[in-house]
Nanobody, 119 residues
């Protein structure tokens, strides 16, 4: 079984910073793209940032210049550094990874971690 376990998040004032991490574990053979998504109150889940195995990145326009995604392939871990946070960044953040395991290729999701930015 493959699992994604997130850590980080919490409550921060506007303008502050938070860091999220997400570690994949289980019978993993390879990990392709990894990413972060978020779902704010009353909103649909949206893409925040993605990163390929070779560390090519893609960001939502709303977070460009403020958030940085990175990964450590040796640790099967993806990170999200969030700076200059705004109240509109408040959401549950989910990590996602496209993983090859003994069961084949599949997309996996973390359980979600709450980020709350106060004004």
């Amino acid at each position: 079984q493959v699992q994604l376990v997130e850590s980080g998040g919490g409550l921060v004032q506007a303008g502050g910073s938070l860091s999220l991490s997400c570690a994949a574990s289980g019978r993993i053979i390879s990990i392709n793209d990894m990413g972060w998504y978020r779902q704010g109150p009353g909103k649909q889940r949206e893409l925040v940032a993605t990163i390929t195995r070779r560390s090519s990145t893609n960001y939502a326009d709303s977070v460009k210049g403020r958030f940085t995604i990175s990964r450590d392939n040796a640790k099967n871990t993806v990170y999200l550094q969030m700076n200059s946070l705004k109240p509109e960044d408040t959401a549950v953040y989910y990590c996602n990874a496209n993983i090859a395991s003994v069961y084949g290729w599949a997309d996996y999701w973390g359980q979600g971690t709450q980020v709350t930015v106060s004004s």
